[in-house]
């Protein structure tokens, strides 16, 4: 929508001009060197209101970290959500054990975990849905299930945990500040 604001005004002064122009001649020389100044002091506005971007070395190195360690998240994401939603294809989920999972993914709780879960207890899981599934089912049901309840177990109890560590922080934030406070009085 601003695009289309700043099209609008760019006409309606086009059109301004022209009007200008068609009853007072004389005046369109002083009207263009007018036009020419506020478009060059908009400019140099607008040019100084950028972002903060220094030109450092060190600057530019600590945003390679930091993209680096954004991208690192997100494959980590990606792979951990991989896993879930190739289990919920070939097996499923019960409607607690979804919420569950979604919330796990959701807060991407699984940072401490996240080394046991994809290379230990996901692919276990999926090896035992897949070794199920050409068996059709028989005589397995009952420990995929099994395992699959752990695992939204350990989902809870990390959320759970997770919670606890924000309050926490929380908590000793509030108590920093009050102190911080009683201190300037």
Request: proline share 3%; aromatic share 10%; net charge positive.
């Amino acid at each position: 929508m601003p695009a289309t604001a700043e099209l609008l005004s760019f006409l309606i002064g086009i059109f301004a001009a022209a009007l200008l122009g068609s009853f007072f001649p004389a005046w369109m020389p002083w009207i263009a060197i007018l036009s020419l100044l506020l478009a060059a002091a908009l400019w140099w506005s607008r040019r100084k209101s950028g972002k903060f971007a220094p030109k450092s070395k060190a600057f530019k190195e600590m945003q390679k970290i930091r993209k680096k360690q954004e991208r690192i998240a997100e494959d980590k994401h990606h792979h951990i959500n991989d896993q879930i939603d190739y289990i919920e294809s070939r097996w499923g989920y019960t409607q607690e054990q979804k919420r569950v999972i979604d919330r796990f993914l959701r807060q991407r709780a699984y940072t401490q975990m996240y080394n046991r879960l994809s290379a230990s207890l996901l692919p276990q899981l999926i090896a035992l849905v897949d070794h199920c599934n050409q068996r059709e089912q028989k005589g397995c049901k009952r420990e995929v299930s099994r395992r699959i309840r752990e695992l939204t177990l350990l989902m809870k109890e990390e959320l759970r945990r997770k919670k606890s560590q924000s309050e926490e922080s929380f908590e000793v934030t509030l108590e920093v500040y009050d102190h911080l406070l009683r201190d300037g009085k």
